[in-house]
């Protein structure tokens, strides 16, 4: 196999100067050029690539850092970045941290061992300090990883437009809008703002799920007389979750103050609120999870009696039915749930299944133990 000092001996030059033409350093002549690389190609002789990236301090390679590459959107979003690196001579290494804090720190180490010359972060698993101790060009995409690390991110506010326009499109009314862990570190609050804010100067009659409202989006709400429902025993449950790891107790703590914000800037505001809640799909435990959405309501500053009527009339009224049931009157369904206890001193009464002692629909007893 050729080694250098062979190219350099058919060129008729020096070893130096067929270093100097192998990493364009220095004046060198056209027909120097030309004959380093006619022998070159006489030899078959390949460059030391390591060798050359530690004379020139630069590896041409470039990590991008991801959750799960085989998701579509991060499959995606690789395919484009590795074909504009391949057009300015730089080669991907791909890691897939699957959302773990450990293995985002390894990646990171080996990365920093193996010389690349940047990290493009898809994941932000690690504290602040961490990434900006990096002695390396980071780009962090979608999520604002620190104030001094450059953010790549969408339109978001178009996107929350363009989300909103296709409810409106459909004369859809009363809205779910799902929403992942998202704080004020993370771009795409905005998509989120946008869209609950046009549905409601578009007529929108109802919010579901609303754990991201600000001031200005329940003010709004205020003069629309739009109700919100909620979700809180989800969000506030899993930020009162112990032994999550670190990571994701940072984002449920994040997603358990934001809800609590929105469900009191409500208050304050006098939006109606109904009770709602993902758990009461549970054919388990249904009553005793919806019955942990009345305490947490509480936890957001509203009474003991404000929950119960949230449970109550308030879902009715906004079912277009509390001239049918929510409340205790004449000539309206007899629907009942009677506890052991008084919920309005003791709210706690209504989060456990084994205080219900009588239940009564349509006035047919379905469970008695008084």
Same mark, same amino acid.
């Given at each position: 196999m050729a080694n250098i000092k062979d190219v350099a001996k058919l060129a008729g030059?020096?070893?130096?100067?067929?270093?100097?033409?192998?990493?364009?350093?220095g004046y060198i002549s056209q027909d120097t050029y030309e004959s380093v690389y006619r022998a070159i190609d006489q030899l078959d002789y390949v460059p030391n690539q390591i060798a050359r990236n530690l004379f020139k301090q630069k590896s041409y390679y470039i990590s991008l850092i991801v959750p799960d590459s085989s998701h579509?959107?991060?499959?995606?979003?690789?395919?484009?970045?590795e074909r504009k690196l391949y057009k300015h001579h730089y080669k991907l290494f791909l890691c897939n941290t699957g959302d773990t804090e450990d293995k985002e720190r390894d990646y990171i180490k080996m990365?920093?061992?193996?010389?690349?010359?940047?990290?493009? &972060? =898809?994941?932000?698993?690690?504290?602040?300090?961490?990434?900006?101790?990096?002695?390396?060009?980071? %780009? $962090?995409?979608?999520?604002?990883?620190a104030e001094d690390i450059p953010t790549i991110y969408s339109d978001h506010n178009k996107g929350g437009l363009l989300a909103a326009g296709e409810i409106?499109?459909?004369?859809?009314?009363c809205v779910l809008n799902v929403t992942a862990v998202v704080t004020d570190k993370s771009p795409s609050i905005n998509r989120h703002r946008v869209f609950s804010e046009t549905l409601k100067k578009n007529g929108v009659k109802c919010i579901e799920h609303g754990v991201l409202l600000d001031e200005e989006c329940v003010k709004l709400m205020a003069e629309k007389n739009i109700p919100l429902v909620t979700t809180l025993s989800v969000s506030l449950g899993i930020a009162d979750m112990k032994g999550l790891?670190?990571?994701?107790?940072?984002?449920?703590?994040? &997603? =358990?103050?934001?809800?609590k914000h929105s469900f009191a800037l409500a208050h304050q505001y006098g939006i109606l %609120? $109904?009770?709602?809640t993902d758990y009461s799909n549970s054919p388990n435990t249904p009553f005793a999870e919806i019955g942990k959405?009345?305490?947490?309501?509480?936890?957001?500053?509203?009474?003991?009696?404000?929950?119960?009527?949230?449970g109550t009339i308030n879902g009715a009224y906004l079912m277009k039915s509390d001239d049918k049931f929510g409340s205790l009157e004449a000539g309206k369904l007899a629907d009942l749930v009677v506890v052991d206890g008084d919920p309005s001193n003791d709210i706690m009464l209504l989060a456990n299944a084994k205080n219900v002692r009588l239940v009564m629909i349509g006035g047919q007893i379905k469970k008695n133990t008084l």
């Open positions: 030059v020096s070893v130096t100067t067929v270093s100097r033409v192998l990493n364009n350093k579509p959107f991060w499959a995606e979003i690789t395919k484009y970045i990365m920093r061992e193996n010389m690349v010359d940047g990290i493009i &972060l =898809g994941t932000h698993m690690l504290a602040e300090t961490e990434y900006q101790n990096l002695d390396l060009p980071i %780009v $962090a995409f979608d999520y604002r990883v409106l499109k459909n004369d859809c009314k790891p670190e990571h994701m107790m940072r984002k449920a703590k994040a &997603l =358990g103050d934001a809800s %609120v $109904a009770l709602g959405e009345f305490f947490s309501l509480t936890r957001c500053g509203y009474s003991n009696m404000e929950a119960i009527k949230a």
